[in-house]
C-alpha cells in the first residue's frame, strides 16, 4: 500500500509564497517521474510541474519563474515552493509520483491540498 499526503496549503494574499510538501509512504521500491497538478473550481485538473528522479524539471508556462518544484529521493518528497501568487493560482494542488510497487511501476495521486490567493 502507498500513499502520497500532502501539506502546506492555505490561504495568503496576492504576491505572497507558499510552499507545499508531499511525502510517499509505504512499500516503495523506486519512484520515477514526481509532479504536481492543480484544479481550480469547475476546471480540468492541470499540470503545474514536474521533476524526474536525476532532478531535471520542467513547468507549466503559468508558473514559470514563480514555482519551483523539488525532491529529496531519499525521504520520498516532493516540494513546490510557490512565490508572487496570484489569484489565478487558486487551486486545489494534488501530488502525483510514478511508484515501483511489486515489480510493476504504478501511478499515484495525493488527497489535494487547498491553495487560496486572496487579491
Known amino acids: 500500500q502507498v500513499q502520497l499526503v500532502e501539506s502546506g496549503g492555505g490561504l495568503v494574499q496576492a504576491g505572497g509564497s507558499l510552499r507545499l510538501s508531499c511525502l510517499a509512504s509505504?512499500?516503495?521500491?523506486?519512484?520515477?517521474?514526481m509532479a504536481w497538478y492543480r484544479q481550480a473550481p469547475g476546471k480540468q485538473r492541470k499540470l503545474v510541474a514536474t521533476?524526474?528522479?536525476?532532478?531535471?524539471?520542467n513547468y507549466a508556462d503559468s508558473v514559470k519563474g514563480r514555482f519551483t518544484i523539488s525532491r529529496d529521493n531519499a525521504k520520498n518528497t516532493v516540494d513546490l515552493q510557490m512565490n508572487s501568487l496570484k489569484p489565478e493560482d487558486t487551486a486545489v494542488y494534488y501530488c502525483?509520483?510514478?511508484?515501483?510497487?511489486?515489480?510493476?511501476?504504478?501511478?499515484?495521486w495525493g488527497q489535494g491540498t487547498q491553495v487560496t490567493i486572496s487579491s
Open positions: 521533476i524526474t528522479r536525476t532532478g531535471t524539471s
Open positions: 509505504g512499500k516503495i521500491f523506486s519512484i520515477n517521474d
Open positions: 502525483n509520483a510514478e511508484i515501483l510497487l511489486a515489480l510493476k511501476w504504478r501511478n499515484y
